[in-house]
Nanobody
């Protein structure tokens, strides 16, 4: 059974940093493509960052240069480092994965993911 547990969310001020963690069980983070999705209030869920099995990364334009996705294979954990946070980054952040047949592809569409966690709330005040 696949289980993803996100942590690290919270209430911060604009300009602050946060690091989200996603502990994965039932799958291996470097054998699947993994990503971070978010749902902002009143909006659809979007992919903000993704990493392929081989380490290629994708970032949504709105977070490029501020967010960094990474993984620790030994800990089987996915991370999202978020810097220079803005109020518009306020959202519930979800860790997700997919059993991808393409080792080089970092999925950038929500529909491409097979499984995801319960989410962690990030609130950025102005």
């Amino acid at each position: 059974q696949v289980q993803l547990v996100e942590s690290g969310g919270g209430l911060v001020q604009a300009g602050d940093s946060l690091r989200l963690s996603c502990a994965v069980s039932g799958r291996t983070v470097n054998r699947d493509a993994m990503g971070w999705l978010r749902r902002a209030p009143g909006k659809e869920r979007d992919v903000v960052a993704a990493i392929s099995r081989t380490g290629n990364t994708y970032y949504a334009d709105v977070v490029k240069g501020r967010f960094t996705i990474s993984r620790d294979n030994a800990e089987n954990t996915l991370y999202l480092e978020m810097n220079s946070l803005k109020p518009e980054d306020t959202a519930v952040y979800y860790c997700a994965g997919v059993r991808s047949s393409n080792p080089f592809y970092a999925p950038r569409e929500v529909r491409e993911y097979d499984y995801w966690g319960q989410g962690t709330q990030v609130t950025v005040s102005s």
